[in-house]
């Protein structure tokens, strides 16, 4: 009895296939490598390297390692690119998805933990958006994850699928230095590389309605993140009543410019950040009560912003330093 981790071999995926592993719970990772690193799968986890979009595969590796349910993460994740590739995220996002479903009735799996997101409300009415706080996308990314939350809806009116869906906010840090986040878009990553190599971090955006300018975020590490997935595949699979949905929130917020006075107080390095436009589909702010799922799913934030820059920037300086090595 296992479970299987799409894009397990990516910076969430790797984490969360951690704490499965810490819980004493088998997986077997799925990942076309795309933007996930082999090297993140512990050596006593099967992978198999297979595309969500094809089903035959999908469905064999499901039979293969006698799969009990599936922890989804795999996806286009840049809701800023997708205003321009609406298309492929919706390929990789949506239609992928179908496919995964399609091949866990074949297989006859009926649990599923979805990775949802915070995109899903676009640009909130209140401050503070709890899971009743109505859906408005602005972008393709945040449209294609709601489409993914209804598809997991449907499904389980049709075919008796125990699932949930997790929408994650802004996920930093590292559980261990050699998982960092790879992202070419992340604010972390962004902010880290520029330091490590010589570099000034960028501002996107600061004329947004907010204290000081600049987008406000609800920022959690990875590792409670990971944490609670595995709670929720545990619920599933002992039967347990679960939410439809799940905020992984903290109920407070940071800036963008508090974000870079943190990055410069916890690495030492001194900077004044440059100053630039927007990204498309930004919203101002988004910050979410996690009270659902610290009631159901063992959330809490464990780790203080201080606390995710400095893992952040370990796992930052081990892959610079390999690179380095590697070079």
Same mark, same amino acid.
């Given at each position: ?155 389980? @009116? ?25 992202? =070419? ?15 000034? =971090? ?14 406000? @975020? ?38 963008? @410019? ?20 927007? @990204? =498309? ?47």
């Amino acid at each position: 009895m296992s479970w299987l981790v799409t894009g397990g071999a990516g910076y969430i995926g790797a984490h969360v296939v951690d704490a499965f592993r810490e819980a004493g719970l088998g997986c077997v990772v799925l990942d076309d490598l795309s933007s996930g690193v082999a090297g993140f799968v512990p050596e006593d986890v099967p992978m198999v390297r297979a595309d969500l979009l094809d089903g035959a595969a999908v469905e064999r590796a499901l039979r293969e390692h006698e799969v009990t349910g599936v922890v989804h993460l795999a996806g286009f994740k840049y809701a800023g690119v997708s205003v321009q590739r609406p298309l492929h995220t919706y390929t990789q996002n949506v239609t992928a998805m179908v496919s995964l479903l399609g091949a866990m009735d074949a297989a006859g799996v009926d649990r599923c933990v979805f990775s949802s997101s915070a995109a899903v409300y676009g640009t909130p009415p209140d401050d503070v958006v709890t899971e009743a706080t109505p859906t408005r996308p602005e972008s393709p990314y945040g449209e294609s994850k709601l489409a993914g939350e209804w598809l997991l809806r449907d499904v389980a @009116r049709a075919s008796g699928l125990r699932a949930t869906s997790l929408r994650y906010f802004n996920v930093v840090g590292s559980g261990r230095p050699e998982l960092y986040d790879a992202s =070419p878009h992340n604010l972390f990553p962004l902010v880290l590389s520029a330091l490590a190599e010589g570099r000034t =971090p960028v501002i996107r955006g600061t004329d947004y309605p907010t204290p000081d300018g600049t987008c406000v @975020r609800d920022y959690v590490h990875v590792a409670d993140l990971a944490r609670s997935h595995v709670a929720a595949a545990r619920r599933l699979e002992a039967g347990d009543a679960v939410e439809p949905v799940y905020n992984l929130g903290s109920g407070d917020g940071a800036s963008v @410019r508090e974000i870079m006075s943190a990055v410069a107080r916890v690495t030492g390095v001194d900077f004044t950040p440059e100053e630039a436009d927007r @990204r =498309p589909g930004d919203p101002p702010r988004i910050v979410a009560r996690g009270d659902l799922a610290a009631r159901d799913l063992d959330w809490a934030m464990r780790h203080d912003l201080d606390d995710m820059v400095a893992g952040a920037w370990a796992a930052q300086q081990r892959a610079q330093q390999r690179v380095q090595r590697e070079g």
